[in-house]
């Protein structure tokens, strides 16, 4: 019996298991050495056990040759800390408002308060990863963007889109072996200085088109796309570029911006972006590893 094997295993469970390494085979071949992005948030983020095979699925793949990196956002921990200090929280069309009072809050909790706390996660398995923002060596550059709202230009505040991207911070960090963990904050490139709240869904679109990775993953609250919401049977399990841009007019608001960064990546050069249930246990490792995957994934076409 191996050392680390810490209960009795029966033949017939010793085989299943080997059956199910078996069925990964092939996407170990697929994917070793190959970079993909994954983007982390949503209730994965607050849910001790959640956080935890998260940080399980990431130090698996730095192990078996995949080079992962990590974009997160915080909606649900700055949306409290907000809440703590009496500043006015509001979303317009899927987008935090984020004032003057509001960009500081949204920085601190990020990259001081999110960041270390995952990247001590994903160490507790091995020296691995590495915290980063978007401000860190020019690795992303912002511009402040509002929303079109029934035809109506709407201000957002300090909330930009990553309009650059230098790769080459992260590939430092890949090429050390190491995993990056970066948060979706931007210097604003038209007030130096200043910071803008972005949009993580789109910033791991934009980092995974500039590092020309294979895959993007984005955890989302839901199990995936459905053509006919609230009908629970119409669940998309796999589309093309074709079939989401003529979809995403329709789509509810708070999907957009997830479904548009598949799209973005896809278009921008990424094999596959795929949106899944981040609220199941070790979901980044079924969606790399099996056949059937899970959630909804989209292709060029």
Same mark, same amino acid.
């Given at each position: 019996?191996?050392?680390?094997?810490?209960?009795?295993?029966?033949?017939?469970? &010793?085989?299943?298991?080997?059956?199910?390494?078996?069925?990964?085979?092939?996407?170990?071949q697929?994917f070793r050495?190959?970079?993909?992005?994954?983007?982390?948030?949503?209730?994965?983020m =607050?849910s001790?056990?959640?956080?935890?095979?998260? &940080?399980?699925?990431i130090?698996?793949?730095?192990?078996?040759?995949v080079k992962?990196v990590? *974009?997160?956002?915080?909606?649900?921990?700055?949306?409290?800390?907000?809440?703590?200090?009496?500043?006015?929280?509001?979303?317009?069309g899927?987008?935090r408002?984020?004032?003057?009072e509001a960009?500081?809050? =949204?920085?601190?909790v990020l990259?001081g308060?999110?960041?270390?706390?995952?990247?001590?996660r994903?160490?507790?398995?091995?020296?691995?990863a590495?915290?980063?923002?978007?401000?860190?060596?020019?690795?992303?550059?912002?511009?402040?963007?509002?929303v =079109?709202?029934?035809? @109506?230009e709407?201000?957002?505040g300090?909330?930009?889109?990553?309009?650059?991207v230098?790769?080459?911070? %992260?590939?430092?960090?890949?090429?050390?072996?190491r995993?990056?963990?970066?948060?979706?904050?931007?210097?604003?490139?038209d007030n130096?200085g200043?910071?803008?709240?972005?949009?993580?869904?789109?910033?791991?679109?934009?980092?995974?088109? &500039?590092?020309?990775?294979? +895959?993007?993953?984005?955890? @989302?609250? *839901?199990?995936?796309?459905?053509?006919?919401?609230?009908n629970?049977?119409?669940? %998309?399990s796999?589309?093309t570029?074709?079939d989401?841009?003529?979809?995403?007019? +329709?789509?509810?608001?708070?999907?957009?911006? +997830?479904?548009?960064a598949?799209?973005?990546a %896809?278009?921008?050069?990424?094999?596959?972006?795929?949106i899944?249930?981040?609220?199941?246990p070790?979901s *980044?490792?079924?969606?790399v590893?099996?056949a059937q995957?899970?959630?909804?994934?989209v =292709?060029?076409?």
């Amino acid at each position: 019996m191996n050392d680390i094997d810490l209960q009795h295993t029966t033949p017939e469970e &010793a085989a299943a298991k080997a059956g199910v390494l078996i069925e990964s085979l092939p996407w170990l071949q697929r994917f070793r050495d190959q970079i993909i992005v994954i983007k982390y948030g949503g209730n994965a983020m =607050v849910s001790e056990e959640l956080q935890e095979s998260f &940080a399980q699925d990431i130090a698996y793949l730095r192990f078996v040759g995949v080079k992962p990196v990590v *974009v997160h956002g915080g909606g649900p921990q700055i949306s409290r800390m907000l809440n703590r200090l009496s500043i006015e929280s509001e979303f317009k069309g899927g987008y935090r408002v984020t004032s003057t009072e509001a960009i500081d809050v =949204v920085r601190m909790v990020l990259t001081g308060q999110i960041n270390p706390q995952l990247v001590a996660r994903i160490n507790a398995y091995g020296p691995f990863a590495t915290g980063l923002s978007g401000e860190d060596a020019g690795l992303f550059g912002g511009r402040r963007r509002g929303v =079109v709202i029934d035809g @109506t230009e709407h201000d957002l505040g300090h909330v930009g889109d990553v309009v650059e991207v230098d790769p080459q911070p %992260v590939h430092d960090q890949l090429d050390a072996g190491r995993i990056p963990v970066i948060s979706s904050i931007a210097p604003d490139l038209d007030n130096p200085g200043h910071s803008l709240n972005v949009n993580a869904d789109a910033a791991a679109a934009a980092l995974a088109t &500039a590092l020309g990775a294979t +895959k993007l993953v984005v955890l @989302t609250d *839901v199990p995936g796309l459905y053509a006919d919401w609230p009908n629970r049977d119409s669940l %998309v399990s796999h589309l093309t570029a074709t079939d989401l841009r003529a979809m995403l007019p +329709k789509l509810e608001s708070g999907m957009i911006p +997830k479904m548009q960064a598949c799209l973005d990546a %896809v278009d921008g050069g990424v094999d596959t972006a795929a949106i899944i249930d981040g609220r199941q246990p070790h979901s *980044v490792l079924v969606e790399v590893f099996t056949a059937q995957g899970i959630g909804t994934e989209v =292709v060029a076409g």
